[in-house]
């Protein structure tokens, strides 16, 4: 994928998921029935991050033929015509905000095709919202990362509540720091170092807008400082640039265009729609959340080489798979499908006035558009999870112990890129904290390194490694009508999270200690 004339991801993912099989097949040795099991399972698995995808695409395509991407065009451009200021109020502080509610990918699956519409380069747009999307993961979709990556640890005794409040006390502090230069990178990917320079007062009011208060709630909760931080950091950095403040000043080329009170806050009524039934079926407090998880049985039987079974909260499962303790699940009203993304869709085009013609156009188109990246992320998914067979003797533990037991007492300076290798192979934060959780904690032991500040750094690099997440370039690809330069856009994003890497390193040896007994 990375290579001159390159193979495209839904070519290149299939061929790799191949060779592990047959690897599993021949050098490892692994039973055939559970490595067919897994692969039943990849094809149940694949349905939550392609779903996502075409309900991102059917949103952003709804946006476009209802004129509410336009309105949105234009709004933005009367606070401020300033790229600079479009960029960090969409690219940064809107998708902390969506990623504090959702994760899985829809910050940038949003704000990218918002930013196109500003005329804004697609691949420097992709580009520049998968580094954006890094500092608030970790606390992304009310904190799943954190307190259900982490949780394998606590239910099985080796960790305490108190522990992982302090795990996410430490991941904020890093993430702050890291928030001082990574964005900095990520606009650099569109704009001159001369306009980052005429607008680093308001560059970096934006940024304390966001990490200040982010770093303020997760010494009390790992939940919601992303969602809280992203919003007030929206708010702030509207307002100052609706102000002019820190801002170089730009010509507007919208001089005319400028959309009426009424015309914004129907263009905004889809999007706050989206945000606002997010945050609902996200916290904790409501009941929403335990509804939409419900996985009390409604329904069961037999298919033969599973057993399938349909909860009351609606989750559709396979169990058993070829007799194997292998199984899937597929949460239709939780997954941010269904529910946001095209029961908004469904409430808006009647208010919008969508004619039907142009109805059976925004799904047809949004169908079509995602047959490509569905054969990416089935290869992806059956690709890792033929990477998982073999418990402590699978392949993705042999390569986390290998760094390990290379790096010995220095491992505080890899830790991080672990949690970035599971990211890029599992497309989660949440992921990579379960797969490599269990790994950290024992070598963090085995050598005598603070087990808290360890994790802190796995949960720190499965947010980082969403830059070169396969599944992330994949959707952000799709939403942008980008076609074959994943290959060119990990090329890009992989230096930015090298570099987060080693602020991470720098931060944990320097900077942690200095507020913790580690």
């Not at 085995?446 to 969403?466: C, D, E, F, K, P």
Request: charged share 10%; hydrophobic share 55%; with cysteine.
């Amino acid at each position: 994928m990375v290579k001159r004339n390159a193979l495209p991801s839904y070519v290149a993912l299939p061929l790799t998921a191949l060779l592990i099989f047959i690897l599993q097949l021949t050098y490892f040795g692994n039973d055939v029935t559970l490595i067919f099991a897994n692969i039943i399972a990849g094809l149940g698995d694949v349905l939550t991050p392609i779903t996502v995808v075409f309900g991102a695409i059917l949103f952003n395509r709804f946006s476009e033929v209802s004129g509410a991407t336009n309105t949105m065009r234009k709004w933005l451009g009367a606070i401020n015509p300033n790229p600079v200021a479009q960029l960090m109020i969409i690219g940064w502080a809107f998708a902390f905000m969506i990623e504090g509610a959702s994760g899985f990918g829809t910050p940038a699956a949003i704000a990218a095709p918002i930013l196109v519409g500003l005329g804004f380069k697609p691949l420097q747009v992709a580009m520049l919202a998968l580094v954006m999307n890094s500092v608030p993961v970790s606390f992304g979709a009310v904190g799943t990362p954190t307190w259900f990556g982490m949780g394998p640890l606590l239910k099985d005794g080796l960790l305490s509540d108190a522990q992982v409040l302090e795990i996410g006390s430490m991941t904020a502090l890093i993430h702050s720091v890291a928030a001082f230069i990574i964005p900095i990178m990520a606009l650099r990917l569109i704009v001159s170092w001369k306009e980052i320079r005429q607008n680093i007062v308001f560059i970096y009011i934006s940024i304390l807008a966001c990490v200040v208060p982010y770093f303020i709630i997760a010494q009390f909760n790992y939940e919601f400082p992303s969602l809280v931080a992203g919003a007030i950091g929206l708010l702030v950095s509207v307002f100052v640039a609706n102000a002019g403040i820190g801002l170089a000043k730009t010509e507007n080329n919208l001089a005319g265009e400028k959309a009426t009170f009424g015309e914004v806050a129907k263009a905004l009524l889809p999007t706050g729609l989206l945000i606002f039934i997010l945050v609902i079926t996200r916290i904790q407090q409501l009941p929403l959340k335990a509804w939409l998880n419900d996985a009390t049985t409604w329904i069961a039987s037999s298919l033969g080489f599973a057993n399938f079974e349909i909860s009351q909260g609606l989750i559709f499962a396979l169990k058993n798979i070829l007799g194997t303790n292998v199984a899937t699940s597929y949460k239709l009203l939780y997954v941010p499908a269904l529910i946001p993304f095209v029961i908004t869709v469904l409430i808006c085009l009647p208010i919008f006035s969508v004619s039907a013609r142009n109805t059976k156009d925004i799904f047809g188109t949004s169908l079509s558009q995602v047959k490509k990246p569905f054969l990416a992320l089935l290869g992806a998914i059956i690709m890792v999870k033929l990477m998982l067979i073999g418990g402590s003797e699978s392949m993705v533990q042999v390569i986390g112990r290998s760094f390990a037991e290379f790096t010995g007492q220095s491992w505080t300076l890899f830790a991080s890129f672990l949690g970035a290798i599971g990211a890029f192979f599992s497309g989660s934060n949440t992921v990579s904290n379960l797969t490599f959780g269990t790994v950290q904690y024992a070598t963090a032991q085995q050598v005598g390194l603070s087990v808290t500040l360890i994790l802190a750094l796995q949960s720190v690099g499965g947010a980082m490694g969403n830059m070169v997440c396969i599944n992330n370039i994949v959707a952000v690809c799709s939403v942008t009508g980008i076609e074959k330069q994943e290959g060119t856009i990990i090329k890009k994003t992989v230096v930015p999270m090298i570099v987060y890497g080693v602020i991470a390193a720098v931060a944990a040896l320097l900077i942690v200690p200095i507020f913790y007994n580690v």
